[in-house]
């Protein structure tokens, strides 16, 4: 299966799953809605019944939302011009590279969603490697069997990502690039250093991030139990398939182009009522599109390993089946009763 | 030729400008009392980044006081070490990263002769010490006494020959050199002001820059050939030497500082700023290859400056600008110098956004405030950099609008422009926000030096630009025009202090207005009305409204209180301020919708406008709902941010 065959097959695969992109983005509102109802609250708050919130209403009132900043204090400290349109997406990115660090709230939130990621993980990958409905028992219970394995995956991706976004975040970023232009005079020499920098760093990232993908794809396909040993499967993999990096920077370059077109839509300011719901939609739909382009990451992922060391749709392990509870299987009709193990515990 | 064509672009210039000029950077008859006059010589190694020099110092005794000694200023001693007084006051608030330097990137001036050549001559190399007037470090080696073999009476001259060496550092405070740019400033030993109660001459503080007298200065700078030199004054000779390296020659009449700057990369452009009732000025523009497509953005803020500075207070008198596009990193950006200024820029520099024209405008603008009016810059800061940021916000609203908020991303180096947020000049040219986060920091009225290092400038330039603003919106353009002009003619090429200013505009502005200055400038309370209730009920003859407008801050302004009712009525009243609360209660046929006290914004300096108003009909719940989901947007996007590493 050639890149873009995988890449067309994990995209037909998700679009399949229908289900599972409306789970995640329901699982990304979970966690952002509370705290943008805590948000609204404070600004509610602030703006009182002044006079100032008709302006704030119905364009920007940057004095308030100045004079809101100097009395902020938790998430309300990242209510700032930033949010606004494409530079919204800009901040992100940019405190992605740049390592920025973010307030409490926001990366306690970060960690919870994470969390609820690893959980789904296995279940959203075993769908989409089965790529044929298995109904909400199955995927959760999927979810339910690989998130202690991906659990532990995360414990080893937590210390590759803290040592990337850490130490080697710090000697690429503080040491060599502040060395490399101490003398420098000329600012687009500079940034020359620093794109160069950052272009390291995403191969860094980048290739952390395509063995974890791979490992948690063999992990399910494969029904691996050592998530060490499908760390080591998931290496080879990639060393041996040229195309497992192809995909991955075929799918970075949907992102990128998801980002462009998000640039040219996004929603600015606007006012309070018909614009504010249409920004709403706008939006939602670049949610939905970003958290369609990371199941495609894995669905093409699983496409693409599924052809090379398999067939398509095959997972080692049967669809798990949710378990019947004791008092289930106590009023089942005794003929239905599996009473062979019991003659064999006899 | 290039040298050639401004000598004689120069030249040309003579016939319009309003004293006449007889050769390149002299002035006919003086506009100053030129009563400290240096000729100086010097030498630039770029490879050891020292400077040799000596100077001829020609000073008079202007006052009625008798001089006993003289007293240097050595600011380059600033950045010996990390015990100096500089160095000490930036630690303390809370810079400390130029703390651990390699020892090549400090600085150092050391004064290697003095010698008295009239009126008596005497080698008075040994008598020179360092004292420390404003603190008791004795580790601080910035100001350098003097004493006379005999006084210096009232109208009494001295000459002295003094040579030294100095260390360029790597950039402090826009002084030193990266790769081979060089801007050197404060560079050479220079006087401080005698005045009637004796020297005036600082130690080198963080938060503070210049005062001197004024004179001629001719100066000759060597540097290795083919590096181009920009400098105060015009260029009048330019001699190849047989070393390797080319002697440029320097002369401006009627400036109080010197300084200069040279490198092999820069690129030089040419303009001239023309207009019907003010002398031309030849603009020369010193460019990094990098900005080279900027030029005309540099040339179009100083044309803004020149023009309106020039309508409004007074004429530019040199006839010539050099302006310095810095290099990057070298920290030399924004900052004046007589007839040279620092812009500073960005390789990417978007449209409607105030960059490189903000601070092109106010450093060009401070060639009025500070170069004509020459305030002292360590005692009364505000007196420049405050009427120089009310001015710059304002001459940038007459081009320059609408402008844009622009954040950087990526290190710093990616603008994004948010042309939803427009660029006020009355709160973001004025520096609100800046003044709101540190307004009870400092009683203006302290010496600007004795500011908090980390917190001075709020007050210095904001807190000026504010109380400014709101007395143009208060006594009208015309009124405060008139009292700025009156101040910038008659204390032009003199030091000005902060009472001679507030007499002119008792006295320009037609009114008694020592109240208002004890409130911004003799105190550090803060201004702060609102609103505290609002009501309405109905009755039998109608709507009974309530408003009850309170003063929740210290200082005190009369201040308008606007009531609008649910049929479109509008009252204003007049509130004096000064009580604590003041109620208006009112019987109409309908209901009161809002209340707000200021409602035109007059008093820029109100820390709070929020709570300036209320209504019965908020709009805060749409208002904050709106904010929310933009918000979420954000928060979700950055969360599908860090969940890319699942």
Same mark, same amino acid.
């Given at each position: 299966?050639?890149?873009?065959?995988?890449?067309?097959?994990?995209?037909?695969?998700?679009?399949?799953?229908?289900?599972?992109?409306?789970?995640?983005?329901?699982?990304?509102?979970?966690?952002?809605?509370?705290?943008?109802?805590?948000?609204?609250?404070?600004?509610?708050?602030?703006?009182?019944?002044?006079?100032?919130?008709?302006?704030?209403?119905?364009?920007?009132?940057?004095?308030?939302?100045?004079?809101?900043?100097?009395?902020?204090?938790?998430?309300?400290?990242?209510?700032?011009?930033?949010?606004?349109?494409?530079?919204?997406?800009?901040?992100?990115?940019?405190?992605?590279?740049?390592?920025?660090?973010?307030?409490?709230?926001?990366?306690?939130?970060?960690?919870?969603? @994470?969390? $609820?990621?690893?959980? *789904? %993980?296995? #279940?959203?990958?075993?769908?989409? !490697?089965?790529?044929? =409905?298995?109904?909400?028992?199955?995927?959760?219970?999927?979810?339910?069997?690989?998130?202690?394995?991906?659990?532990?995956?995360?414990?080893?991706?937590?210390?590759?990502?803290?040592?990337?976004?850490?130490?080697?975040?710090?000697?690429?970023?503080?040491?060599?690039?502040?060395?490399?232009?101490?003398?420098?005079?000329?600012?687009?020499?500079?940034?020359?250093?620093?794109?160069?920098?950052?272009?390291?760093?995403?191969?860094?990232?980048?290739?952390?991030?395509?063995?974890?993908?791979?490992?948690?794809?063999?992990?399910?396909?494969?029904?691996?139990?050592?998530?060490?040993?499908?760390?080591?499967?998931?290496?080879?993999?990639?060393?041996?398939?040229?195309?497992?990096?192809?995909?991955?920077?075929?799918?970075?370059?949907?992102?990128?182009?998801? @980002?462009? $077109?998000?640039?040219? *839509? %996004?929603? #600015?300011?606007?006012?309070?009522? !018909?614009?504010?719901? =249409?920004?709403?939609?706008?939006?939602?739909?670049?949610?939905?599109?970003?958290?369609?382009?990371?199941?495609?990451?894995?669905?093409?992922?699983?496409?693409?390993?599924?052809?090379?060391?398999?067939?398509?749709?095959?997972?080692?392990?049967?669809?798990?089946?949710?378990?019947?509870?004791?008092?289930?299987?106590?009023?089942?009709?005794?003929?239905?009763?599996?009473?062979?193990?019991?003659?064999?515990?006899? | 030729?290039?040298?050639?064509?401004?000598?004689?672009?120069?030249?040309?210039?003579?016939?319009?400008?309003?004293?006449?000029?007889?050769?390149?950077?002299?002035?006919?008859?003086?506009?100053?009392?030129?009563?400290?006059?240096?000729?100086?010589?010097?030498?630039?190694?770029?490879?050891?980044?020292?400077?040799?020099?000596?100077?001829?110092?020609?000073?008079?005794?202007?006052?009625?006081?008798?001089?006993?000694?003289?007293?240097?200023?050595?600011?380059?001693?600033?950045?010996?070490?990390?015990?100096?007084?500089?160095?000490?006051?930036?630690?303390?608030?809370?810079?400390?990263?130029?703390?651990?330097?390699?020892?090549?990137?400090?600085?150092?001036?050391?004064?290697?002769?003095?010698?008295?050549?009239?009126?008596?001559?005497?080698?008075?190399?040994?008598?020179?010490?360092?004292?420390?007037?404003?603190?008791?470090?004795?580790?601080?080696?910035?100001?350098?006494?003097?004493?006379?073999?005999?006084?210096?009476?009232?109208?009494?001259?001295?000459?002295?020959?003094?040579?030294?060496?100095?260390?360029?550092?790597?950039?402090?405070?826009?002084?030193?050199?990266?790769?081979?740019?060089?801007?050197?400033?404060?560079?050479?030993?220079?006087?401080?002001?005698?005045?009637?109660?004796?020297?005036?001459?600082?130690?080198?503080?963080?938060?503070?820059?210049?005062?001197?007298?004024?004179?001629?200065?001719?100066?000759?700078?060597?540097?290795?050939?083919?590096?181009?030199?920009?400098?105060?004054?015009?260029?009048?000779?330019?001699?190849?030497?047989?070393?390797?390296?080319?002697?440029?020659?320097?002369?401006?009449?009627?400036?109080?500082?010197?300084?200069?700057?040279?490198?092999?990369?820069?690129?030089?452009?040419?303009?001239?700023?023309?207009?019907?009732?003010?002398?031309?000025?030849?603009?020369?523009?010193?460019?990094?290859?990098?900005?080279?497509?900027?030029?005309?953005?540099?040339?179009?803020?100083?044309?803004?400056?020149?023009?309106?500075?020039?309508?409004?207070?007074?004429?530019?008198?040199?006839?010539?600008?050099?302006?310095?596009?810095?290099?990057?990193?070298?920290?030399?950006?924004?900052?004046?110098?007589?007839?040279?200024?620092?812009?500073?820029?960005?390789?990417?520099?978007?449209?409607?956004?105030?960059?490189?024209?903000?601070?092109?405008?106010?450093?060009?603008?401070?060639?009025?405030?500070?170069?004509?009016?020459?305030?002292?810059?360590?005692?009364?800061?505000?007196?420049?950099?405050?009427?120089?940021?009310?001015?710059?916000?304002?001459?940038?609203?007459?081009?320059?609008?609408?402008?844009?908020?622009?954040?950087?991303?990526?290190?710093?180096?990616?603008?994004?422009?948010?042309?939803?947020?427009?660029?006020?000049?009355?709160?973001?040219?004025?520096?609100?926000?800046?003044?709101?986060?540190?307004?009870?920091?400092?009683?203006?009225?302290?010496?600007?030096?004795?500011?908090?290092?980390?917190?001075?400038?709020?007050?210095?330039?904001?807190?000026?630009?504010?109380?400014?603003?709101?007395?143009?919106?208060?006594?009208?353009?015309?009124?405060?025009?008139?009292?700025?002009?009156?101040?910038?003619?008659?204390?032009?090429?003199?030091?000005?202090?902060?009472?001679?200013?507030?007499?002119?505009?008792?006295?320009?502005?037609?009114?008694?207005?020592?109240?208002?200055?004890?409130?911004?400038?003799?105190?550090?309370?803060?201004?702060?009305?609102?609103?505290?209730?609002?009501?309405?009920?109905?009755?039998?003859?109608?709507?009974?409204?309530?408003?009850?407008?309170?003063?929740?801050?210290?200082?005190?302004?009369?201040?308008?209180?606007?009531?609008?009712?649910?049929?479109?009525?509008?009252?204003?009243?007049?509130?004096?301020?000064?009580?604590?609360?003041?109620?208006?209660?009112?019987?109409?046929?309908?209901?009161?919708?809002?209340?707000?006290?200021?409602?035109?914004?007059?008093?820029?300096?109100?820390?709070?406008?929020?709570?300036?108003?209320?209504?019965?009909?908020?709009?805060?719940?749409?208002?904050?709902?709106?904010?929310?989901?933009?918000?979420?947007?954000?928060?979700?996007?950055?969360?599908?941010?860090?969940?890319?590493?699942?």
């Amino acid at each position: 299966m050639t890149v873009t065959a995988a890449w067309r097959d994990g995209a037909r695969r998700v679009n399949r799953a229908g289900l599972v992109l409306a789970g995640v983005w329901v699982m990304t509102l979970l966690i952002s809605v509370p705290l943008a109802l805590v948000l609204r609250g404070m600004i509610a708050d602030h703006l009182g019944d002044s006079l100032a919130a008709d302006q704030a209403a119905s364009g920007v009132n940057y004095e308030w939302m100045q004079e809101f900043a100097d009395q902020a204090s938790g998430i309300g400290v990242t209510f700032k011009p930033t949010i606004l349109g494409f530079g919204a997406i800009l901040d992100n990115l940019s405190a992605f590279f740049d390592a920025t660090r973010r307030p409490l709230v926001v990366a306690a939130a970060a960690a919870v969603y @994470i969390g $609820l990621w690893l959980f *789904v %993980a296995g #279940g959203i990958i075993d769908r989409l !490697a089965r790529d044929r =409905a298995v109904r909400a028992h199955g995927f959760f219970a999927a979810s339910g069997v690989y998130f202690w394995r991906f659990l532990r995956l995360g414990l080893i991706q937590l210390a590759v990502y803290g040592l990337l976004f850490g130490a080697v975040h710090e000697a690429l970023f503080d040491r060599v690039y502040r060395r490399a232009i101490h003398d420098m005079s000329v600012e687009r020499n500079a940034f020359a250093v620093r794109f160069a920098l950052y272009i390291v760093f995403v191969l860094l990232v980048g290739a952390a991030n395509l063995i974890f993908d791979y490992a948690k794809i063999r992990a399910v396909v494969e029904d691996r139990r050592s998530m060490i040993s499908a760390l080591g499967a998931s290496a080879r993999f990639v060393r041996r398939n040229g195309a497992a990096a192809g995909l991955y920077l075929l799918n970075v370059g949907v992102f990128l182009m998801c @980002i462009a $077109l998000y640039g040219a *839509v %996004a929603p #600015g300011a606007s006012g309070s009522g !018909a614009a504010m719901s =249409a920004g709403l939609v706008v939006g939602q739909a670049y949610v939905l599109a970003r958290l369609w382009i990371k199941l495609v990451f894995w669905a093409s992922g699983a496409a693409l390993f599924q052809s090379r060391l398999a067939h398509a749709g095959y997972v080692a392990a049967p669809v798990p089946v949710w378990p019947d509870s004791a008092a289930a299987d106590a009023i089942l009709p005794a003929d239905d009763r599996d009473l062979s193990q019991t003659s064999a515990s006899l | 030729m290039r040298v050639l064509a401004v000598s004689v672009c120069a030249a040309a210039l003579v016939a319009s400008s309003p004293s006449a000029q007889t050769a390149p950077g002299a002035i006919s008859p003086p506009l100053s009392p030129r009563n400290a006059n240096y000729s100086i010589a010097a030498r630039l190694d770029p490879a050891s980044r020292t400077i040799t020099g000596e100077e001829r110092i020609v000073w008079r005794n202007i006052t009625t006081t008798t001089a006993t000694e003289l007293r240097f200023h050595l600011y380059w001693n600033g950045w010996r070490n990390a015990r100096t007084t500089f160095m000490r006051e930036r630690a303390l608030g809370g810079s400390t990263s130029d703390a651990n330097r390699p020892a090549g990137d400090w600085a150092s001036i050391d004064v290697t002769s003095v010698k008295l050549v009239s009126p008596s001559a005497a080698d008075l190399t040994a008598s020179q010490h360092f004292i420390t007037p404003d603190d008791d470090n004795t580790d601080d080696q910035t100001v350098m006494a003097l004493p006379l073999p005999a006084p210096v009476g009232p109208g009494g001259e001295v000459t002295l020959d003094v040579t030294w060496t100095a260390h360029v550092p790597r950039t402090f405070a826009r002084t030193g050199a990266i790769g081979n740019f060089f801007f050197i400033v404060q560079w050479f030993p220079k006087l401080g002001v005698l005045q009637p109660d004796g020297w005036n001459c600082h130690q080198f503080h963080a938060g503070t820059e210049f005062f001197s007298d004024y004179g001629s200065y001719d100066v000759t700078l060597t540097v290795p050939r083919q590096w181009t030199v920009g400098a105060t004054g015009l260029q009048r000779e330019r001699r190849d030497n047989t070393d390797g390296t080319t002697s440029h020659r320097y002369y401006q009449d009627d400036v109080h500082d010197f300084a200069w700057t040279t490198s092999p990369d820069l690129v030089e452009r040419m303009a001239r700023f023309e207009h019907p009732a003010l002398p031309a000025v030849d603009m020369r523009l010193l460019l990094q290859p990098e900005h080279a497509g900027q030029a005309d953005r540099h040339f179009d803020a100083t044309r803004t400056t020149l023009k309106y500075y020039g309508e409004w207070y007074g004429a530019y008198p040199y006839g010539h600008i050099t302006i310095v596009d810095p290099a990057f990193q070298s920290g030399a950006g924004g900052m004046e110098y007589p007839t040279l200024f620092t812009a500073g820029t960005r390789w990417l520099a978007p449209r409607h956004v105030t960059s490189p024209e903000g601070v092109t405008v106010h450093e060009a603008g401070h060639q009025f405030w500070y170069g004509i009016v020459g305030n002292n810059e360590f005692e009364d800061a505000w007196m420049d950099e405050g009427f120089n940021t009310f001015s710059t916000a304002r001459a940038v609203a007459q081009v320059y609008d609408p402008n844009y908020l622009a954040l950087r991303y990526f290190g710093g180096f990616v603008p994004w422009v948010f042309r939803d947020v427009v660029m006020a000049r009355e709160t973001e040219g004025n520096g609100l926000a800046g003044y709101r986060r540190a307004a009870k920091s400092d009683i203006q009225a302290t010496p600007t030096f004795r500011y908090f290092p980390s917190t001075g400038g709020n007050i210095t330039y904001f807190k000026t630009a504010l109380w400014l603003n709101t007395l143009e919106r208060w006594l009208g353009w015309r009124a405060l025009q008139k009292i700025m002009s009156t101040h910038f003619d008659r204390w032009k090429f003199k030091h000005p202090k902060p009472g001679d200013f507030f007499a002119i505009a008792n006295e320009a502005g037609g009114r008694d207005l020592t109240w208002f200055f004890d409130r911004v400038y003799r105190s550090a309370d803060v201004f702060d009305y609102g609103v505290d209730g609002l009501s309405a009920s109905q009755e039998e003859s109608g709507f009974r409204s309530t408003v009850v407008v309170r003063r929740f801050g210290e200082a005190t302004f009369p201040v308008d209180v606007r009531m609008i009712f649910d049929d479109g009525e509008r009252v204003t009243e007049h509130w004096d301020g000064a009580d604590r609360w003041k109620s208006y209660s009112y019987v109409r046929p309908s209901s009161i919708m809002s209340a707000e006290v200021d409602p035109d914004h007059v008093l820029l300096l109100d820390v709070n406008y929020t709570n300036n108003s209320k209504t019965l009909h908020p709009s805060a719940p749409k208002a904050a709902t709106k904010w929310a989901m933009k918000w979420m947007v954000w928060l979700q996007d950055c969360l599908l941010s860090w969940a890319a590493l699942v």
